[in-house]
């Protein structure tokens, strides 16, 4: 069944949690123990029954259910989804340059009593920058505002413009009561006049990302193993087809040798895609090591120890030109300085606040360039997002993240 990966953003207390634990509750997603616990807090008039579902499943990890702290999986009869939950946007970042999650669309919250506020507009903003071009707008709360429909029309047009700033595609702009379950996977009663379709039917509407063939080889190493003497590596082709007998180069190194075998999911294969984790053994693997990344020679990344990136920083300390960072790109690690700033751009109205400045505080956006101490693979992000994607760690934490231009 084809997986697609939403993350799901706003404001911290526009309801997020307890949207994910609705949802999970109407796609009868979640084990007895905790629709029981739901029940319960129901009949005993908890307002919060949904919003500490994520909490329970932690407790059923054992049990074999995937979920982590920022993500949850429920199935429909069209797809199955993962949502990736984004309690601020310091995690939202986390989670989106890390390469370990890769969103293909998004869904943005809003509290319709309040409207966007900061964070909603951030997560907005960081949505677009890292890629992510379908949306699909929550009004929540619409119970507060008792079902209004102007008020659905207020809230609709205040971020409609700034998503178009964006060149963002809106899928659907839906009215709910995530607390209520209200216009989830049911028309509401209550919203007759709202002619879009429920939370569910709207999910619907994402398009498939489906990578496209033409994009050229990419192969990240993650580590070299012996066994009984013969090298394997371990790796994921994050873009094209990787293909046996043939001549596969290594960067940053262009270390060249051919493919023997290929190995995916314990079973050999004549061909690997988009996607998948490989094992392969080379004719050689003297030069092999973790973080360099596999290529057809004729579609080569970019190899470069400079780079001009859009960076959003959270560090608690200022980011300072001349300042050593970690730069962390698939799986490559080296230091590196940020030797100037461009421009800060307020991810809130978009406007520049400042050019040629020296330092980046926490939560701004700027265009920069990075001096590496050492070569890496890299893509810009529009051409191939895996490799276009980076992280900045300080001190065994991510402190920032960007994209290549």
Known sequence: MENL???????????????????????????QNVIENI????????????????????EEQAGGITIDTTQVEFKT???SYTLIDTPGHKEFLKNMVTGTTRADAAILLIDASQGPLVQTYQHAYLIAMLGIRQILVVINKMDIKLYSKPVFRERSEEITDFLK????????????????????????YKMQWNKSPTLMKSLDYFSSLKNPPQLPLRLIVQCPYVTNGETTILGKVTSGKLLKNHQLTFGPTHFTAKVLAI???????????????????????????????????????????????DVFWIGTEPLRTGRKIDFLCGTRRCSAQVENISKIISPVNLEVICTDADELQDSQVASVKIKLDSPVCVDPFDKLPELGRFAIVQNGRITGGGVVK
């Not at 029940?39 to 932690?58: H, I, N």
């Open 5 to 31: 990966r939403i993350v799901v953003a706003g404001h911290i207390d526009h309801g997020k949690s307890t949207l994910i634990g609705r949802l999970l509750y109407e796609t009868n997603c979640l084990p």
């Open 39 to 58: 029940e319960k807090s129901e009949a005993l008039g908890c307002k919060e029954r949904f919003a500490f579902v994520t909490d329970q499943l932690e």
């Open 77 to 79: 009869a069209k797809r």
């Open 165 to 188: 700033k964006l060149n963002m595609e809106i899928i659907a702009i839906v009215p709910v009561s995530a607390q209520h379950g209200e216009n989830i996977t049911e028309k509401s």
């Open 263 to 309: 190995e995916v999911s314990g079973q050999e294969r004549a061909t690997a895609e988009s996607g998948e984790s490989v094992a392969i053994v080379l004719e050689n693997t003297t030069n092999i090591e973790r973080g360099q990344v596999g290529f057809d020679i004729r579609h080569p990344p970019l190899i470069t120890d400079y780079l001009t990136a």
